[in-house]
């Protein structure tokens, strides 16, 4: 413990942990928003900001591959597909009084016990533990494809199954016999977003 | 880099994702939240990846990997979770899950009372028929 504290010290942070923190704070901020909001459009756009600050935080850390895989699923997929659903269910534009149902006192109880409880035990645990980010980039494409096609490549397949199941899944629960108009407006989406994800993958 | 930077960013992100499901009211909403959490996670896998990689001689980098496969079942769990919810509001009308408790059991639904039972009841016919 004295040796790793010796050697970085403790209270000097270096330029990427003071970027870190700073974007970890916007990222924070921004999904504290989310779930707080009662625009219900806002809080998808503030998610928006929230996963973008996580794919920065990915570059800071290294992981190249897996923060532009988070742009363009996250960002570019997931959040259309939330803002298709908040459009086609008739969320209400403006300030919606009832966002939040009655128990959120006793959900803000339970998750400021448990940020308290994790945030202790991270912090208790991992005191004395530096990662070394000098040297080749730990998460880039060559390397992620490297582990991914050498080691992985079962749950990989599976997953491309796993991809097409969830596809005819979203296609059968969203058509109708008649008046089919809504999925027929969601489905193409859905499809273009998973061929998209199979493409850049 | 500290390795509490990353960890203490995900149990926060993630503990915002939990007062998230609990406290909201929308279906979508609620989505967006399981979102929040997933996220978390992903930034643990990361950062756990990245310290592994340089501490231990030989990884199979699964921290990465397991990371790029909670990207892609989180994008089908959106796919199946909209749809579901689209379904749910063609028949019903709402995305509002605190009205959604056809599903809930109890002695004789004491806290929801016949009357609001039956009115619901009818307002679903209702719109039953208007879908039709």
Known sequence: ?201 | MHLVYPAVLSALLFCTGLYGVLARRNAILVLMSVELMLNAVNLNLVAFDVWLSRAATETLHSGQALTLFTIAIAAAEIGIGLAIVLAVHRNRGTSDIDRLRDAAEGPDDSDDGPDSDAAARARAAEKAEATA
């Open chain 1, 1 to 201: 413990m004295s040796i790793a504290a010796a050697s970085h010290g403790f209270l000097s942070p270096t330029g990427v942990e003071i970027a870190f923190l700073l974007v970890g704070l916007v990222t924070f901020g921004a999904a504290l928003v989310t779930v707080t909001t009662r625009q219900l459009v806002h809080a998808a756009l503030w998610l928006v900001v929230a996963l973008g600050g996580l794919a920065v935080e990915y570059l800071l850390l290294t992981a190249e591959f897996i923060a532009w895989v988070q742009v363009l699923i996250y960002v570019g997929s997931v959040v259309v597909l939330l803002l298709f659903g908040l459009m086609l269910t008739k969320a209400p534009i403006g300030r919606s009084p009832d966002a939040d149902s009655g128990n959120r006192w006793a959900a803000l109880a339970v998750a400021v016990a448990a940020a308290t409880a994790l945030v202790w035990v991270v912090v208790d645990a991992f005191r004395t533990t530096w990662i070394d980010l000098d040297g080749a980039a730990a998460g880039s494409t060559k390397v992620t494809g490297e582990s991914l096609f050498r080691n992985w490549v079962l749950p990989f397949e599976a997953l491309s199954v796993l991809l097409l199941a969830a596809l005819v899944g979203a296609i059968v629960l969203s058509r109708k016999a008649k008046a089919a108009a809504p999925a027929a407006a969601r489905t193409p989406g859905a499809h273009d977003d998973r061929g998209a994800k199979e493409g850049a993958r």
